[in-house]
């Protein structure tokens, strides 16, 4: 996996209408080699979602998700997708 692209992951469990829950993207925060260079490791920046829009009480289904698992958890992960991105370099000129 490499910067700029996404990973779905795959919360368990169905929805109010009884399907299994979609996947949800998240951007990979984590450089090229991993945190840890020589392990199979990814990191993700996830935000806890608790309100809707409007600002009423709403649980997001993944985010809760990956924001409450245990060490040794296991996690459904699809992907990457996209290509690799990285920001170019942007030099500023001096003022005259």
Do not use: W
């Not at 169905?14 to 979609?22: E, L, M, Q, T």
């Not at 945190?35 to 935000?47: C, M, S």
């Not at 698992?69 to 992960?77: A, E, I, P």
């Not at 290509?83 to 500023?92: E, G, H, K, T």
């Amino acid at each position: 996996m490499l910067e700029g692209q996404s990973l779905g992951i795959v919360p368990p469990g169905v929805d109010a209408a009884g399907k299994p829950h979609h996947i949800r993207l998240y951007s990979i925060a984590s450089p090229r080699d991993g945190e840890r260079p020589g392990y199979n490791n990814v990191a993700l920046t996830v935000k806890r979602v608790t309100a809707d829009r409007d600002g009423k009480p709403a649980r997001g289904v993944a985010s809760n998700y990956l924001c409450d698992l245990g060490k040794g958890d296991k996690v459904t992960v699809v992907g990457p997708y996209g290509a690799s991105f990285l920001m170019p370099i942007i030099r500023a000129r001096a003022s005259s």
